[in-house]
């Protein structure tokens, strides 16, 4: 008999009924002769609400006490689903993580799982128990509790799903499955029924929000198959696994990122270590850098753009400008008004036409380009903040529809 | 140096102003010079709002998810008291029951404690850290995690303290000490500084809401003496330990039960087995019985009384009809319109006179006594519920002042 670990977010439990709701799903999945393991969410704001608890208290809360309070919020949700399944006449087991067996390193707030022993939860479904676990935390070598980070519970799904060797691992989540642009913008988009842990990271990366990609990573890295769907619609989903070629469409889907800017160094020497100095500074400061661009040297110097989230381009262009200083750059620019728009896509690794089919996509709707940047599988271009969405529409239209 | 523990309950911690409260006297303790280790409540109202949630799904969720649930409110509390703590500059560690060595029985929701592993404990003091634990809960020999019952907090607070031979546990609440009478109806009630363990038995069981009897048992099995004070109030507070005779006061409290209601049983036939019938069965249906009175036989037959919780009333009735018709009585009646007033003291052992001084002065206030029952420690009377304020007022001016 198979294993199917699910997952339900935070707004899949956000109140009693949802939580009711959920327990059907789960004992229609065991009745149909399958063993359940179900990993939880804490219910929709409780966590915000927690946070908002503890910076009432300090204003830069410790990590480790951090955890102890988040891990809560996941607790309450396994405890009431596991009564709404008994409820329905099922026996259910819930379990905190460490109860569950997930032990992990001791970064506090962003812990990453090291094992999971699964012996506890393989002896709750061997009595036919659906065992009911707490995602987002675990248990640090010290024995302190621990959370994952934002997305966490998806890694908790996906984790335990490998440990168990499970068929499938079910993500269900408000949206319907991963669609080839957001619905929000391009109406026409369509749920893409098959997708490759590659594309999926790089839509993480290129802005889409349907998962994290700590989680995807993982499921890639040991070959576990997945699937992403709505817990209030019964059919659709998009299937997340190794997929390394497929026949037809080449480009999957297309997203938007409106949460970056850009930082440009004008006018730098062009000599061995200025970029180090440049982005060895950002790193140190803890600034992930995005997309890199620098022209080709005239005269022994040049132009260099990057951009950084725009949560992030105050520092970084503090920084940016006593490096500028030091390195004798005629002057150090940010611009917050910039979008980057991206197609993803396996088939293009062997279809060397799709960029230039993109750009010119662009050029006929009058939208310029003002950074360029490839990789195997995806293409990004940054446009003006005002164009992304029309940039979106067309390279949708473009490739898809 | 020795170590002091500390509980504080739910109304100390109720908002984030009363702990950050908490916080500065728990800092203060450890600046002259002691080690200190808290343990508290789920804050005001959380532990009500979790079972009101348990409620909406499961009409009688099952205990050991309801265990699980309610373990969170405490955990919550310990993260947000860490965190006030290093707020202040101090070192904190907190501590979930089972983190903290707590290890219980598996009688969910009214679990025991069977040992405590203080090795955590002293490490973390060791490292002069303020160590708080999450009272109420524990882990169970099948490693789930459980909760003590109502006033499960003291009974943590003093097993702790047992275990690690403590100097002196400190049991914070919303109330001064222990009283000589509640003062809501008796205004010249005064504080009792120090009272045996064995009053504080006799009065938890007479109706004062002070401390669960439970925690107060485990003191007096262990010897560890602890102090009852106010959280807001600095001074005053009343010390329990082991107290074999005082000079001085022969009465140390009086006390008021309005939750009381009485059975009869007229013209009981007066023979063996009895008493054994009634009682056996109401204490198969886990029915308390307090006071029992029998009075002396005439002609072969007699009348039996006893008192139960007011809760419990009907169940009991019912029981008693039942058994009334199988042993011919001539009626069972019911009546809830009792109170019982209590005098307890240690001295009264020695002071033959205290039974008689007690009944005349209701007879002077014109108060009817419906049924005694008396202990070597204490003397309780049934009243009319109607007089039950005045009666109390009545003996403790008598004994008290």
Do not use: W
Not at 45 to 51: M, S
Not at 313 to 331: D, P, T, V, W, Y
Request: net charge neutral; with cysteine.
């Amino acid at each position: 008999m198979g294993i199917i670990v699910q997952k339900y977010g935070g707004s899949s439990v956000a109140d009693i009924e949802k939580i009711k709701h959920v327990a059907e799903k789960v004992t229609n999945t065991q009745k149909k002769g399958n063993k359940v393991v179900v990993v939880v969410s804490a219910m929709g704001k409780t966590t915000d609400n927690l946070i908002n608890l503890a910076k009432q208290i300090h204003k830069n809360p410790p990590t480790r006490e951090m955890d102890l309070l988040l891990s809560t919020g996941e607790i309450v949700s396994v405890a009431l689903l596991c009564m709404a399944i008994e409820n329905l006449g099922f026996e259910a087991e819930g379990l905190p993580g460490f109860l569950a067996g997930i032990r992990t390193d001791n970064i506090h707030t962003k812990a990453r799982i090291r094992t999971i022993d699964t012996r506890r939860i393989l002896e709750e479904l061997k009595k036919d128990k659906i065992v009911v676990v707490a995602g987002f935390q675990g248990i640090s070598p010290e024995d302190n509790i621990t959370t994952l980070g934002r997305g966490g519970s998806d890694l908790t799904a996906i984790a335990i799903a490998g440990a168990l060797k499970a068929e499938i691992c079910e993500i269900y989540t408000d949206v319907p499955g991963v669609f080839t642009a957001d619905p929000n913008i391009v109406p026409e988009a369509r749920i893409i029924p098959v997708i490759s842990y590659k594309e999926m990271l790089e839509m993480a990366s290129a802005g889409a929000k349907v998962m994290q990609s700590r989680a995807v990573e993982f499921a890639q890295k040991y070959h576990i198959p997945f699937v992403v769907k709505s817990t209030f619609i019964e059919n659709g989903g998009t299937m997340v696994t190794e997929v390394d070629f497929k026949e037809g469409a080449v480009v999957s889907s297309v997203t938007l990122d409106e949460k970056q800017a850009k930082i440009t160094f004008f006018h730098v020497p062009d000599r061995p270590g200025v970029a180090a100095r440049i982005f060895g500074a950002l790193g140190e400061a803890n600034i992930n850098v995005d997309i890199i661009v620098q022209n080709v040297s005239t005269s022994g110097y040049t132009d260099l753009s990057f951009t950084v989230n725009i949560a992030e381009i105050e520092r970084a262009f503090e920084i940016s400008q006593n490096i500028g200083k030091e390195l004798g750059c005629k002057s150090v620019t940010s611009d917050n008004e910039i979008a980057k728009v991206t197609v993803i896509g396996l088939g293009m690794m062997n279809h060397p036409g799709v960029a230039a089919r993109m750009f010119s996509a662009l050029a006929r709707a009058g939208i310029n380009i003002e950074m360029i940047s490839t990789s195997e599988i995806k293409i990004s271009c940054i446009v003006r903040k005002k164009d992304g969405q029309k940039a979106l529409k067309t390279v949708h239209q473009e490739f898809i529809k």
